[in-house]
């Protein structure tokens, strides 16, 4: 089975840098996905790791220690559109298919 | 526009209703997936289909039905439900293939009477 640990919330102020970390406990491990969600809104891909160390797309970065079971989600520059849930979920090493886990989301407020 | 839509976008329904939730993924995607969203909890899911096979129940009642007639199209049938139902239902398409990312539609509210 699968156990992922993240924050409720989490506020932060415009401009400034937010980590968002995620820890997991699995039977077997084969890759981490963060997603945002808005309110209202789908999930949305932000970024995947399956190998240690740090992923960077713009003004977000994604870090991953298999050995930890911790990952973090980095938002840098924030803006006030950043404000939404984080999701991190964990694939299965031994499901069929593509059956990800989901930690219950970090919900940033981003403030001016 | 993820390319995954889901009709309706909101459903209200009593609890001896028959209802059926649309999802149509557009990418090309053999593999899709419903989960379900209740407030102050991690996104669950529901059922896995691969190249139309179901590959996964999630231990989900028998009054939830999914259908998957080809690989764009995902119904999930809906009878007898109950109040603690009411959640967002979700559904998202991805490649079989390794961690291979899924995409997710707008989902449908759904409010049990």
């Known amino acids: 089975g699968q156990n992922i640990d993240q924050p409720t919330e989490m506020t932060a102020t415009e401009g400034a840098i937010v980590q968002i970390n995620c820890t997991y406990q699995t039977s077997g491990f084969n890759g981490l996905f963060w997603y945002q969600q808005h309110a209202g809104e789908a999930p949305t891909f932000l970024s995947y790791?399956?190998?240690?160390g740090l992923e960077e797309k713009g003004r977000f970065s994604s870090f991953l220690s298999r050995s930890k079971g911790y990952s973090y989600l980095l938002l840098k520059e924030l803006q006030m559109k950043d404000s939404a849930s984080y999701l991190c979920a964990v694939r299965d090493q031994w499901a069929a298919g593509n059956k990800l886990t989901f930690g219950g989301g970090t919900r940033v407020l981003v403030k001016p | 526009e993820t390319g995954v839509t889901q009709t309706p976008r909101h459903l209200v329904m009593g609890m001896t209703n028959k209802k059926s939730l649309k999802c149509e993924q557009h990418?090309?995607?053999?593999?899709m997936y419903w989960y379900k969203q209740s407030a102050k909890k991690p996104l669950e899911l529901m059922f896995v289909y691969n190249f139309k096979e179901q590959t996964e129940n999630n231990s989900v009642p028998s009054r939830f039905s999914p259908e998957c007639p080809n690989s764009s199209h995902l119904f999930l049938h809906l009878h007898t439900l109950q109040p603690e139902d009411s959640a967002l239902y979700l559904c998202?398409?991805?490649?079989?293939?390794?961690?291979?990312?899924?995409?997710f539609g707008p989902g449908t509210r759904l409010t049990v009477l």
């Open positions: 990418l090309g995607h053999n593999a």
């Open positions: 790791n399956v190998l240690d």
């Open positions: 998202a398409s991805s490649q079989v293939r390794d961690a291979d990312t899924q995409y």
